[in-house]
């Protein structure tokens, strides 16, 4: 239910300011410039109240997001405070379960000084902020916009989503050396959203898609997926799907048939019977889970106790989207490039950040680290 509810997160930190003097104040305007899309509003000049600090904006309100924006502030804060006097301080600013709240407290954050916002969390925060138009200060959503489009030259994207995993593993799996592939996926959204991205980048690659079925856990069901993964000799196989699904269908694969899955299968415990049954599985994660000796990773503090698995990954995305909005304040081309912990991330032309993952496969019981994705 955990990992549900993280990835649902996924579809839809705190020194406090104060005030300047009034002969310190500033204004920000925004300057036009030839690329701005035609219709996309321009904002207001504002005038700056408050001191220079970074901004972080979350659902620390909301009644169904709290825990895991405060397990994003948590990770958020701990970077921070490794990175010390060196950076600017972090003010928080909080929002509820109405996305009309966002774009009050992003203007409220740049009147109050903010010279990067980091922030919404939510896709309905990011798409309601998106919406307003330009914006007037660099922002790094931690979630992408409905429809995916970036409009806004100042906003940014950091996110944790299925669809880019699952576009990796695709690359992972064209290493194969097999030309086709078939797709077996929960029946869920997120099952679906893995499987077509899946397979758009396979086809991308000029593999064949030779079939793509739903999961079937009844004794009908499995038997079918049985006979469809067996005598496969020049296919590979996605399973767009979760630890137990995959635990479940992977004992009746053949032997012979190379499998793949996203970050989703990985069970997040060390037990030995249930990492026998995924045996075989190649997947891909971040290095936050899977490398926690890793140089880019051991720096940072870890939760005692865990929150789980998911919430691990949203404390990880906190660690990241401020190592992010540092290297975004001394530069904003396509290129920044930062080892995170979520992994080896890339800012892109389209203004996403791209998060190569370290892959990993069960094997005789344990998790194997192979090595980090190719770009």
Same mark, same amino acid.
């Given at each position: 239910?955990?990992?549900?509810?993280?990835?649902?997160?996924?579809?839809?930190?705190?020194?406090?300011?104060?005030?300047?003097?009034?002969?310190?104040?500033?204004?920000?305007?925004?300057?036009?410039?030839?690329?701005?899309?035609?219709?996309?509003?321009?904002?207001?000049?504002?005038?700056?109240?408050?001191?220079?600090?970074?901004?972080?904006?979350?659902?620390?309100?909301?009644?169904?997001?709290?825990?895991?924006?405060?397990?994003?502030?948590?990770?958020?804060?701990?970077?921070?405070?490794?990175?010390?006097?060196?950076?600017?301080?972090?003010?928080?600013?909080?929002?509820?379960?109405?996305?009309?709240?966002?774009?009050?407290?992003?203007?409220?954050?740049?009147?109050?000084?903010?010279?990067?916002?980091?922030?919404?969390?939510?896709?309905?925060?990011? $798409?309601?902020? *998106?919406?307003?138009?330009?914006?007037? +200060?660099?922002?790094? @959503?931690?979630? =992408?916009?409905? /429809?995916?489009? !970036?409009?806004?030259?100042?906003?940014?994207?950091? $996110?944790?989503? *299925?669809?880019?995993?699952?576009?990796? +593993?695709?690359?992972? @799996?064209?290493? =194969?050396?097999? /030309?086709?592939? !078939?797709?077996?996926?929960?029946?869920?959204?997120?099952?679906?959203?893995?499987?077509?991205?899946?397979?758009?980048?396979?086809?991308?690659?000029?593999?064949?898609?030779?079939?793509?079925?739903?999961?079937?856990?009844?004794?009908?069901?499995?038997?079918?997926?049985?006979?469809?993964?067996?005598?496969?000799?020049?296919?590979?196989?996605?399973?767009?799907?979760?630890?137990?699904?995959?635990?479940?269908?992977?004992?009746?694969?053949?032997?012979?048939?190379?499998?793949?899955?996203?970050?989703?299968?990985?069970?997040?415990?060390?037990?030995?019977?249930?990492?026998?049954?995924?045996?075989?599985?190649?997947?891909?994660?971040?290095?936050?889970?899977?490398?926690?000796?890793?140089?880019?990773?051991?720096?940072?503090?870890?939760?005692?106790?865990?929150?789980?698995?998911?919430?691990?990954?949203?404390?990880?995305?906190?660690?990241?989207?401020?190592?992010?909005?540092?290297?975004?304040?001394?530069?904003?081309?396509?290129?920044?490039?930062?080892?995170?912990?979520?992994?080896?991330?890339?800012?892109?032309?389209?203004?996403?950040?791209?998060?190569?993952?370290?892959?990993?496969?069960?094997?005789?019981?344990?998790?194997?680290?192979?090595?980090?994705?190719?770009?």
């Amino acid at each position: 239910m955990q990992r549900c509810l993280a990835f649902l997160l996924l579809l839809f930190l705190a020194a406090p300011g104060f005030s300047m003097d009034p002969q310190e104040a500033a204004t920000v305007t925004p300057a036009p410039y030839p690329e701005h899309p035609e219709g996309l509003p321009l904002p207001p000049v504002i005038q700056v109240k408050g001191p220079p600090h970074i901004g972080l904006i979350l659902p620390l309100k909301s009644t169904a997001f709290a825990r895991a924006a405060d397990m994003t502030r948590q990770g958020f804060l701990a970077a921070a405070r490794i990175q010390g006097p060196k950076t600017l301080p972090v003010k928080i600013y909080e929002t509820g379960d109405d996305v009309g709240e966002v774009f009050e407290q992003y203007r409220s954050a740049v009147e109050g000084g903010a010279q990067i916002v980091v922030g919404p969390l939510t896709r309905s925060g990011v $798409s309601a902020l *998106a919406s307003q138009g330009e914006l007037w +200060v660099p922002t790094l @959503a931690l979630n =992408a916009p409905e /429809g995916g489009e !970036i409009l806004s030259r100042n906003l940014f994207v950091l $996110s944790l989503q *299925a669809e880019s995993e699952a576009r990796q +593993v695709a690359a992972m @799996a064209a290493t =194969a050396g097999r /030309g086709r592939a !078939i797709v077996i996926y929960a029946d869920t959204p997120l099952g679906r959203r893995m499987d077509q991205a899946f397979s758009d980048e396979w086809r991308s690659r000029g593999g064949f898609l030779e079939e793509r079925r739903p999961f079937r856990g009844d004794p009908e069901g499995i038997a079918e997926l049985q006979r469809a993964l067996s005598g496969r000799l020049d296919s590979v196989a996605f399973f767009a799907m979760d630890t137990a699904r995959a635990r479940l269908l992977k004992p009746f694969a053949d032997p012979a048939l190379p499998v793949f899955a996203t970050s989703q299968v990985n069970p997040g415990s060390s037990d030995r019977l249930v990492l026998f049954d995924l045996g075989g599985i190649r997947f891909a994660d971040m290095p936050w889970l899977l490398q926690p000796d890793h140089a880019a990773v051991m720096i940072y503090p870890r939760l005692d106790p865990s929150p789980g698995q998911e919430m691990e990954r949203l404390y990880a995305l906190g660690i990241d989207a401020f190592r992010a909005a540092e290297a975004m304040r001394k530069d904003l081309r396509p290129g920044i490039k930062v080892d995170g912990v979520t992994g080896k991330l890339t800012l892109g032309a389209d203004r996403y950040f791209s998060r190569v993952l370290t892959q990993a496969q069960f094997r005789e019981g344990e998790i194997l680290i192979e090595e980090t994705l190719a770009r």
